[in-house]
């Protein structure tokens, strides 16, 4: 879908338009060569912050770049505090004291490593559950669901 954005003095003006929409407004405008005050906007997805990193609004600025206006997503990386309160939460909820805690990455590794089908392909379901005892996966069976 294209969309287009009204402007003003080089700046973006509310939400963009969809082409139909644009075009129910301007009918006889020529797309190939917008006048001033109209641009293409570019939809850009809200990015995924890093594991120390946080996305500062739930909505994008607009800004205008070689022509072309594009959402921009504000990132900025985590405060000391933050960082510390994020990690003192992460080692909290490890699964077992025989796991160890990735703080560069934001997880938990266990001693043994996940079973090859540990997930049901496709889903959320899990297969297997940790045996801090023995050390080892225990294969959920219909039995143990119920």
Not at 15 to 32: A, F, G, R, V
Not at 50 to 73: F, R
Not at 85 to 95: A, F, H, Q, T, V
Not at 136 to 142: G, K
Request: glycine letters at 6%.
């Amino acid at each position: 879908m294209n969309l287009y954005i009204l402007t003003s003095g080089g700046q973006p003006l509310k939400h963009p338009l969809t082409e139909s929409n644009l075009l129910l407004l301007i009918p006889t405008i020529d797309l190939e060569n917008l006048p001033e005050g109209i641009c293409k906007f570019v939809r850009v997805p809200r990015p995924t912050p890093g594991p120390y990193q946080v996305v500062v609004s739930t909505k994008p600025s607009y800004e205008i770049i070689d022509g072309i206006c594009y959402d921009v997503w504000e990132v900025r990386e985590m405060t000391d505090e933050e960082k510390q309160e994020k990690i003192r939460m992460l080692e909290e909820g490890i699964p077992g004291p025989s796991w160890t805690t990735d703080i560069e990455n934001f997880t938990w590794h266990p001693p043994v490593p996940y079973p090859d089908d540990y997930m049901i392909p496709g889903t959320d379901i899990v297969n297997y559950t940790w045996n801090e005892n023995t050390q080892s996966w225990d294969r959920f069976s219909d039995d143990s669901v119920s």
